[in-house]
């Protein structure tokens, strides 16, 4: 056990010093010394008068005393030599500004040789800490209980037992109470007595944070000779089996956090296929030029954050973010549309010449983005609703903005769907792809068709690029990071399903995200290429075989 001490004692020997001299403070008997005669012996040449009056400051539980000793432990605190006063004192050039230190009143300004520095050393300094420690636990202020809290947690020692019974004892906030709970019992394992230490196992039981694994792994562990740091065989029993429940509950919570990683990447995947399961899919053009679609949204949206940014009030900047959306559809399918008008049109039933004038589209378009934007990385700033997120046991942190890419992802599937379902452009899309000269014969006016679908899967890819605008940076090579997957997405799905896609995305998403941590990033991918690969052998229309022009061909 004395090891056991040693080995938690060391990172924060001075606390634990001055907290053992701490503790007794809280029954001394302040009423007896007035505060300016106990901030008086700060100023005292004596080492042990000022450690005591850090003591009785300490004890007082006075709210003036945060600030007299913060300035001392901040190396602030002097000395008025006309008036013996205390005084904060911040040197601005030549001369000092000087404050008092309980208040904050200004006292006007003094030259160096008017006033005298009170010295501190690390002694001193780890008794201020331990004391200001003490009473940010009692403070008014939750920040500052929940900072202490913090604190006492990382530093656990012995003595802050009784100081955390009493603080739990009058805490009325939830959160704080259960953070409290988890300190005092972590404080309790450094007790000599073995039944307190098993009562802090009990509480500790359900608990994944790291200093708490920390503490209890550190009972099951032996030292360089060989000797166990606890020496009671019932806590170490106990110690054993409640780190194997918090291994137990880390891998299901390690293994929730993969989960959610890979269906947020599947979310990328899946807004950047599903524009190219229209183009490529449905159509079967084989357009290389979509992932720079995708990169005219995201520099779209760029441009609509900084006319917010310029333009309107800062209260209106949140709503930047709704508004670029539809900019990006439009900017995006106009440019799909020229593109179809322009070049593809004349290229149908060739597509090894639809691939390379494509391909040559592309460079064109990222040259231009180079040339208007810059080289660099452009960022784009989150709305204050999608910053932030939430932890899972202090294990796992969910982050807003994935999540909302998420349920953005299936909303423009779904949107997607209803489209090709109920509307007459979506009924006109799939005769035509279904059967080219009978729905010519029937009145619809294919080209138009083929015009207004190449340009909605390019104003799909451009919304894509909103979407990933928001969970990384902007740049005109982002197009070429998504091409080969948003390609694999629809391949290994099923051409023209949008179902397919759906699931080729997610399920693309979540294996590359167990296979990172086991294979490494580019392994992972070229397993997942060749998985694909040999699927395709077996099932050669995907997941979800549909019926249409590339599918047929």
Excluded: C
């Excluded at 056991?4 to 010394?33: D, G």
């Excluded at 501190?120 to 809290?149: H, P, T, Y």
């Amino acid at each position: 056990m004395r090891h056991f001490y040693n080995y938690f004692s060391r990172p924060a020997s001075a606390l634990l010093l001055l907290l053992a001299v701490a503790a007794p403070l809280q029954a001394a008997p302040s009423e007896a010394v007035s505060f300016d005669a106990a901030a008086a012996g700060l100023a005292s040449s004596s080492y042990s008068d000022r450690m005591e009056a850090i003591k009785t400051l300490g004890a007082m539980d006075d709210p003036r005393a945060s600030g007299v000793l913060g300035s001392m432990l901040e190396s602030r605190l002097y000395r008025r030599l006309s008036d013996d006063r205390l005084v904060d004192a911040r040197r601005e050039g030549s001369a000092y500004l000087l404050s008092d230190p309980s208040t904050g009143e200004s006292l006007g300004e003094a030259g160096s040789r008017d006033i005298r520095k009170i010295s501190v050393n690390n002694s001193l300094r780890g008794a201020i800490r331990a004391v200001l420690s003490r009473m940010d636990l009692f403070s008014e202020d939750l920040e500052r209980r929940r900072a202490a809290v913090e604190a006492a947690t990382g530093y656990p020692s012995s003595e802050m037992a009784d100081s955390l019974a009493q603080a739990l004892a009058n805490e009325a906030d939830a959160d704080l109470k259960a953070a409290m709970e988890i300190a005092l019992a972590t404080s309790r394992l450094l007790s000599t007595d073995a039944a307190t230490r098993l009562a802090g196992l009990e509480t500790l039981s359900e608990s994944t944070g790291s200093e708490v694994r920390a503490m209890v792994s550190r009972l099951t562990e032996t030292d360089a000779d060989g000797e166990f740091y606890e020496p009671d065989p019932r806590v170490r029993g106990v110690a054993s089996g409640i780190m194997a429940d918090m291994e137990a509950r880390m891998r299901m919570l390690e293994n929730v956090g993969k989960l959610y990683q890979g269906l947020s990447l599947g979310s990328v995947l899946l807004i950047a296929a599903v524009g190219l399961a229209i183009t490529f899919g449905v159509m079967g053009v084989i357009n290389m030029a979509h992932g720079e679609m995708i990169m005219l949204g995201a520099y779209s949206t760029f441009v609509v954050q900084e006319l917010f940014r310029d333009y309107l009030p800062a209260d209106l900047f949140y709503l930047y973010l709704p508004v670029a959306v539809p900019v990006a559809f439009l900017v995006t399918g106009l440019v799909g549309i020229a593109l179809e008008r322009g070049i593809i049109r004349f290229l149908y039933g060739r597509p090894l010449e639809t691939l390379l004038a494509t391909w040559g589209v592309s460079l064109v378009l990222q040259q231009a983005v180079r040339t208007v934007f810059g080289a660099p990385n452009r960022a784009v700033e989150n709305p204050f609703w999608m910053t932030g997120g939430f932890e899972l046991a202090g294990v796992v942190t969910l982050t807003w903005n994935r999540l909302v890419v998420i349920a953005f992802a299936l909303a423009v599937l779904a949107a997607l769907g209803l489209l090709l379902r109920y509307t007459a452009l979506g009924l006109q899309m799939r005769a035509v792809t279904q059967n080219r000269e009978m729905a010519s014969a029937m009145g619809i006016k294919t080209g138009r068709v083929d015009y207004l679908t190449f340009g909605l899967g390019s104003a799909i890819a451009g919304v894509a690029g909103v979407a990933l605008s928001q969970i990384g940076n902007v740049s005109p090579n982002l197009g070429q990071s998504y091409i080969i997957d948003s390609f694999m997405v629809v391949v290994f799905g099923g051409v023209g399903s949008l179902w397919g896609t759906l699931t080729g995305a997610m399920s693309l998403g979540v294996i590359n995200k167990f296979l990172e941590p086991v294979a490494g990033a580019v392994l992972g991918k070229i397993l997942v290429l060749v998985f694909i690969i040999i699927f395709i052998q077996r099932r050669p229309r995907g997941l979800f075989a549909m019926s249409g022009r590339a599918a047929e061909d």
